[in-house]
T-cell receptor
């Protein structure tokens, strides 16, 4: 399978616990993105990597959230001290973009439920 | 925050009919993309149209872009039950191409 993969697909946790999600992008893609989607809404941008460098972070990404892409391949998104408001679908996307074309391909998402 | 809105929010048609969805956005763009999302799943990329293009086709899909009105439309011809999904438009801004900003989506229901 050469698409974007995400693990786990579902995560249920108790409020206050830490969770970590993983994203494996399409292998030749140098850009990797994280988005969050709540019910009935479109995805909202969280953060973006080009290779291993984190180039942009949304104001949605509070200090409880941290993302890494240590070797410029897979990425992890960690949420510390989860809150019920963190319940959402977390989507990862990757692209092999030039400055003018930014076709992003999405993974299946990780659905987080915080009890 | 959402870039703009899709219109209508929900659309119900019968198989074989055409479905048209509209998207409006607020700021200047490099490209506009349309995605499909089946319930509870990830997004599937449908088509990308550049800011200097006015129309693009892919199979049963036709996308138009009017940058003067900051709007786009997606036409699905000869719809099928399998087209039932939510459809989102997404834009990336001028300058560096990075994040996508999504609209609120159109929920399409195609009935037999």
């Amino acid at each position: 399978d050469t698409g974007v993969s995400q693990n786990p697909r579902h995560k249920i946790t108790k409020r206050g616990q830490n969770v970590t999600f993983r994203c494996d992008p399409i292998s030749e893609h140098n850009r990797l993105y994280w988005y969050r989607q709540t019910l009935g809404q479109g995805p909202e941008f969280l953060t973006y990597f080009q290779n291993e460098a984190q180039l942009e972070k949304s104001r949605l990404l509070s200090d409880r959230f941290s993302a890494e892409r240590p070797k410029g391949s897979f990425s992890t998104l960690e949420i510390q001290r989860t809150e019920q408001g963190d319940s959402a679908m977390y989507l990862c996307a990757s692209s092999l973009g030039t400055a003018k074309v930014n076709e992003q391909f999405f993974g299946p998402g990780t659905r987080l439920t915080v009890l | 925050s959402q870039q703009g809105e899709e219109d209508p929010q929900a659309l119900s048609i019968q198989e074989g009919e055409n479905a048209t969805m509209n998207c409006s956005y607020k700021t200047s763009i490099n490209n506009l993309q349309w995605y499909r999302q089946n319930s509870g799943r990830g997004l599937v990329h449908l088509i990308l149209i550049r800011s200097n293009e006015r129309e693009k086709h892919s199979g049963r899909l036709r996308v138009t872009l009017d940058t003067s009105k900051k709007s786009s439309s997606l036409l699905i011809t000869a719809s099928r039950a399998a087209d039932t999904a939510s459809y989102f438009c997404a834009t990336d801004g001028t300058g560096t191409a990075s994040k996508l900003t999504f609209g609120t989506g159109t929920r399409l229901q195609v009935t037999l």
